[in-house]
């Protein structure tokens, strides 16, 4: 789950790479490093630390050459050193790699490697240059060498090439992990996505598991790998993309996770300009279908259990949601008759990719509902349902969310031949939650700054809403580090009750809806045990020593408003403990890894 990035042009490539590079630090942000080649001479520097700490020290940008190559790491195979940062090098620093993905039979290849290759690092990728170096030992051409090397790699990797005696040039190949080629005049663009090279570009061509890329400055050349036919260059489509580059900077804001919580209610508005008949058709495939099985992970399969509730609630449709990293051991359920959505902002993560492989080597049709054009999600899938929230750049998922959430709504109204009433109901729901987040902000920063050095935090609530108490602990933990649990309210009496103490923050989520009453229950049996409860509601309660308050809305769009105050109190309580809400620790926004 690291990202890539390379360059080719007439242009220093350095700090095109770094520019590229700062742009997909969401994927992995422990170590950082760049290779250039300039007069035949191959440059690289690397090290610990996010890229702007990495920067400080090495000036990776005042990198010499037109060529170059550079990562961001998230580390899989070896801890966080120098030593494991990329590129890696051959034995005489000749070729220089960088790497995403897991190389999964690399102590073999180490192995055969070893007697005569002299290792530096503990990574799996450390074996790529040293197999070029092998091939390009026997003669072979970079592009060749490269070739073969995919040819002996098990596992996924997308990785970029260079090499001191053929410069001006990068040779890529991809295998289950995401790569896009920039097209520019005079120069070529390489990254693990769009948005790292959008300012330059948005003329792309995505590349497909198995494919190789040969770029010289503007032109680049693909060939299918798995083929192995080195001649016989492939003819692919260049698409553009319609992201602009205001989509992917912060314009004001400190952080983008605050920017894409308040772009919320338009990314609603944005998911409702979806194609009538597309989500018709949608609509009726679920129908349809003798059964329909929702796979996602995190954040997404969360939105896939409102869109659960809202398929049986809006239209007695019941479907089931599995996690897509337990997908496999249900698969043998899921045959033609089976319709799967795969539900993934990025359209990279590696548990779902592998769900919709096995929905399709089932003859199972497959609807996804992606965000990131292009992805490998998205390709692989019948039926595509875009979110349209534009680039989502904080880790943590948010406007996302809301946006699935959208789109749930819209397939549920269009399976009951409604659309217009759902899309009206919506819009309406957008303009209700631009006026609560003007008013929430003031006080989930106070309630932040109060609790922020409790050790746990409690998300409770019943029916649908029980999914957003689990979206709001997974996002406290996620970017203020403070253990949370989220619950259906019942069950808190059956064993968890023993955990709350004085002051323990527990949030109750309880709309008034079918809901309400239960829910007010449980949180006043929290709080006869000294729980601090703070209420998510349209009512205050006795129960509630602290009230954040939501607009009123019809029962089924609940969920909407009731997780926003949700991300912005996991905002402030990062904030509040001196964390980047955008880069938390250990974690990578595109998670390509099984
Ligand atoms: C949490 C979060 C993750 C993702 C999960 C799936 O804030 O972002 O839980 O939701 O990794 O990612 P996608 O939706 O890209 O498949």
Known sequence: MCGIAGFVGSEPAAPMVFKALTRLEYRGYDSAGLATISRGHLWHKKGVGKLPEVQAQLNLDKMPGTVGIGHVRWATHGAVTDANAHPHLDCRGRIAVVHNGIIENYQELRASLSPTHRF?????????????????????????????????????????????????????????????????????????????????????????????????????????????????????????????????????????????????????RRALEQDRQLVMDAAMDILRARQVVITACGTSRYAALIGRYLFSKLAGKFCDVVMASEFQYFSDSVDKNTLVIAVSQSGETADVMEGVRRAKANEAQVLSIVNTQGSSVAR?????????????????????????????????????????????????????????????????????????????????????????????????????????????????????????????????????????????????????RGAYIIGVSDADHEAFHEWIRIPQTEEVFYPLVTVIPLQLLAYYLALARGLDPDHPRHLAKSVTVK
């Not at 750049?393 to 789109?407: E, G, I, R």
């Open 120 to 268: 530096l690092s503990e990574t799996d990728s450390e074996v790529i240059p040293h197999l070029i170096e092998a091939h390009m030992a026997q003669g072979m051409s970079l592009e060749d060498a490269c070739y073969h090397t995919s040819r002996q790699l098990k596992g996924s990797y997308a990785f970029l090439a260079i090499a001191a005696s053929e410069p001006d040039k990068i040779v890529a190949c991809r295998q289950d992990s995401p790569l896009v080629v920039g097209h520019s005049q005079g120069r070529c663009f390489i990254a693990s996505d769009v948005p790292s090279f959008l300012e330059h570009t948005n003329q792309v061509t995505y590349m497909e598991d198995g494919e190789m890329v040969v770029l010289v400055p503007g032109q680049a050349t693909f060939y299918n790998g798995l083929k192995g036919d080195l001649r016989e260059p492939l003819a692919k489509e260049v698409s553009q993309i319609d992201w602009t580059l205001e989509d992917i900077s912060k314009q004001g804001y400190d952080y983008f996770m605050l920017k894409e919580i308040m772009e919320e209610p338009t990314t609603i």
């Open 380 to 528: 692989a899938s019948d039926r595509v349902i875009y979110l349209d929230c534009g680039p989502e750049m904080a880790v943590a998922a948010t406007k996302s969310f809301v946006s699935q959430l959208a789109v749930f709504y819209l397939l549920a109204y269009a399976m009951r031949s409604r659309l217009d009433e759902g899309i009206a109901k919506l819009k309406a729901a957008a303009g209700a939650i631009e006026r609560e987040l003007k008013d929430n902000f003031k006080k989930v920063e106070r309630l932040a700054e109060v609790t922020k050095d409790r050790a746990d935090y409690y998300f409770i609530a019943r029916g649908a809403n029980f999914a957003i108490a689990t979206e709001g602990a997974l996002k406290l933990k996620e970017i203020s580090y403070i253990h949370a649990e989220g619950m259906p309210a019942g069950e808190l009496k059956h064993g968890t009750l023993s955990l709350i103490e004085d002051g323990t923050p527990v949030v109750v989520i309880c709309p008034q809806d079918y809901t309400h009453a239960e829910t007010l229950s449980n949180a006043m049996e929290a709080r006869a």
